[in-house]
């Protein structure tokens, strides 16, 4: 059975590799890298990074906060025991 599956597996990526086509560049990176296009491909890659860096660091300052709140909270707790 374990024989029949490789069989299978290696038919297949042949078939795979010897009816792939070449792939054709996008008009974005085929073309005019000053067209309306690509700037907007441009600015839509910045505007991810951006949501992408601002959930980042709120997590980041949802940690600090939590860190913070956890050092009053201890040292009150120190302070009450004393």
Known sequence: MMKR??????????????????????????GDPNSPMAIGASWGILVLLGITAGILSAFAGFFLY?????????????????
Do not use: N
């Not at 069989?7 to 996008?26: I, N």
């Not at 939590?66 to 302070?79: D, F, M, N, T």
């Open 5 to 30: 599956c490789v069989r299978v597996s290696l038919t297949f990526g042949a078939a795979m590799l010897a009816l792939s086509r070449p792939a054709l560049a996008c008009p974005v990176c085929f």
């Open 66 to 82: 939590l860190a913070k709140r956890s050092r009053v909270a201890l040292g009150a707790r120190i302070e009450q025991s004393r």
